[in-house]
């Protein structure tokens, strides 16, 4: 089993529970972490899982969509990215708010979610 990595994707989005957050917006991390079974098959693209397009429907969901709860979008990205590639087996999929809206100092605040495909 290989894993695909990407992580620190940066995003503009409108989450959050607070009606400023919707009409302010903030900056969001994700990280996505794919285990895809790719050794021995080869240089070509067809035989894994093109990081391009996770990348396009990460940044989709995130800056077209709006969610309250930041465990929710880590989820509807989990489930999105496993609809859309057949070839994932499992995913980590963590969305960090570092400006969430809390008082005093931290460095961040994230939610995670990890799938597991049954074959």
Do not use: C, N
Not at 4 to 22: C, D, N, S, T, W
Not at 40 to 57: F, I, M, N, P, Q
Not at 80 to 107: C, N
């Amino acid at each position: 089993m290989g894993k695909i990595a990407l992580m620190g994707l940066e995003f503009y989005g409108r989450h959050g529970v607070k009606p400023e957050e919707g009409a302010l917006g903030a900056r969001f991390l994700v990280d996505v972490e794919l285990e895809v079974d790719f050794e021995g098959k080869g240089d070509r693209l067809e035989a894994t899982v093109d990081y391009a397009e996770v990348h396009r429907l990460v940044a989709a969901v995130v800056t077209e969509e709006r969610f309250y709860l930041i465990e929710a979008l880590a989820d509807a990205l989990a489930g999105r990215i496993m609809d859309r590639f057949a070839k994932v087996r499992s995913l980590t999929v963590r969305v960090h708010k570092p400006h969430a809206p809390l008082q005093g100092v931290f460095r961040d605040v994230f939610a995670e979610v990890r799938r597991t495909r049954d074959f």
